[in-house]
């Protein structure tokens, strides 16, 4: 199933002329709009433009703040906690990742906590951004606002999906980590839902605790639950995962599930480490090239062709649509044209196949 293919330039200037309508200022239309459609280029069609019409609604009835700068708590020399006053949460985290790549290398280590941000959207994106100038990064963030994850053994909600992300600079393309402690996301949840379908897998409790492939489990009354990475045999690897996250980016910004929820938003944690200040980035590189080459190397299974490194589809896939035209996921275009037409925004044509 896929839909229309489109120019690059013209989804991101679609996209950000959508986020001007509603009030983004400055930068911040068009930050959001690259990082969403960079998304959708990588391959995570679910939390690209996808994201887009729940951004503009968000926007619109006041939810998200659309102008001003996040608020300074606290600095020093290789650490920033920032508020981000519910500001747009592509756009603060895409500041904070320049923030901390700044105290890097300076000091060797920068980073950042954002409290109270809106949405924050791929993960993924933000990482070349480091890695192309051979910086190790990582990121993770929770939403203290919303749950979907029982903690393991458990059957109520407590966590959300609790995303990370690790950028490693190699010789060649990146080593690009994009995962959560869970073993499926909200996004990809709700896709099924809304067209009728159900996981291949049993990666859902039901509220009586019974595994489920069906997110209609989230309907009932009380709702069903994700499980954490590792399933029902190994989900405590998921648990202790997201018991890390949550305190890395709700427990170091200060602001969390113990405080009043503000609605869908984000705790994040950006961290930025420069090889230089360490061995040096050619001791690093050596070494992760060497285990770069070992995983390529490695005799694959029965039915895989080769052995892949993370991200390296994903580098492949927004190369080639940086050169063909980005094909977008058939229920993306038809959600964003009455947002188009209400906001008075001209559509992009797709390019002829």
């Known amino acids: 199933m896929t839909g229309d293919r489109y120019e690059v330039g013209a989804l991101v200037a679609f996209a950000t002329a959508l986020f001007e ?21 990588m391959g995570h069609t679910t939390h690209g433009l996808n994201l887009a019409g729940p951004y503009l609604a968000e926007a619109q009835k006041g939810s998200m703040t659309t102008s001003g700068q996040p608020e300074e708590v606290a600095r020093k020399p290789a650490a920033l906690t920032l508020d981000g006053r519910r500001l747009p949460g592509v756009w603060l985290t895409a500041h904070a990742v320049d923030e901390a790549i700044a105290m890097a290398k300076a000091t060797g280590i920068g980073a950042v906590s954002i409290r109270r941000a809106h949405h924050i959207a791929c993960l993924a994106t933000f990482l070349p951004k480091a890695t ?34 690790i950028g490693i600079p190699t010789s060649g393309d990146p080593i690009l980590i994009d995962t959560s402690a869970s073993i499926t996301t909200n996004g990809m949840s709700n896709r099924l839902l809304a067209e009728g379908r159900t996981f291949d897998h ?24 994700i499980l954490p990475t ?20 709700q427990g170091l910004s ?13 705790s994040v944690w950006v961290q930025v480490v420069d090889p230089d200040a ?19 190397a490695c005799p694959p299974r029965p039915g895989v062709a080769a052995v892949r490194l993370p991200g390296q589809a994903a580098m492949a896939k927004k190369r080639q649509a940086e050169a063909e035209g980005a094909v977008l996921h058939p229920s993306i275009m038809p959600a964003l044209l009455p947002w188009a037409d209400r906001l008075g925004v001209p559509v992009p044509e797709p390019i002829a196949r």
Do not use: M
């Open 21 to 41: 309508k509603v009030g983004l200022d400055g930068d911040k239309a068009a930050v959001t709009a690259r990082l969403l459609v960079d998304a959708d280029l």
């Open 278 to 296: 360490f061995a040096g980035l050619p001791a690093f590189r050596r070494q992760v090239d060497h285990i770069v080459q070992a995983c390529q």
């Open 230 to 249: 590792g399933g029902l045999d190994h989900g405590h690897k998921g648990y202790g995962l997201a018991l890390n996250i949550e305190a890395l980016s």
């Open 254 to 266: 200060g602001f969390g599930r113990a405080d009043p929820g503000e609605g869908w938003g984000a």
């Open 132 to 165: 192309e100038q051979g910086l190790y990064i990582q990121i993770a963030c929770s939403d203290p606002n919303v749950a979907s994850v029982a903690p393991f053994g458990g059957t109520r909600a407590v966590f959300t999906p609790d995303p990370y992300a």
């Open 202 to 225: 049993p990666w859902l409790l039901t509220a009586d605790g019974q595994p489920s492939n069906d997110p209609k489990v989230f309907n009932t009354d009380p709702p069903g639950t």
